[in-house]
């Protein structure tokens, strides 16, 4: 049996970007045969908002555990 992995997404942009992240994540998922098992999205470019994001998302993995975050850009999790 194939082992299911938790993959976490992270979103981050105007409404419209998040959209395009969302289903690019999702075929991209898709196409490596993972299923997207949690989401985190902040729009317009809230840095502090990032920082909570990550914050929880690092909480949840300790908590859960993850074997995947999934973003659409590397800066999406930088501090750009």
């Known amino acids: 049996t194939k082992c299911m992995k938790?993959?976490?997404c992270?979103?981050?942009g105007s409404n419209e970007e998040i959209e395009a992240q969302k289903?690019?994540?999702y075929i991209?998922?898709?196409l490596q045969g993972w299923t997207i098992t949690k989401e985190f999205s902040e729009e317009n470019n809230a840095s502090e908002g990032k920082k909570d994001?990550?914050?929880l998302i690092h909480d949840e993995a300790l908590k859960e555990g993850l074997d995947i975050l999934?973003?659409?850009d590397f800066e999406n999790?930088?501090?750009?």
Do not use: E, P, Q, T
């Open 77 to 80: 999790i930088s501090g750009d």
């Open 28 to 30: 991209y998922a898709k």
């Open 53 to 55: 994001s990550l914050r």
């Open 70 to 72: 999934l973003v659409y």
């Open 10 to 12: 992270l979103y981050r």
């Open 6 to 8: 938790k993959v976490y």
């Open 23 to 25: 289903l690019a994540c």
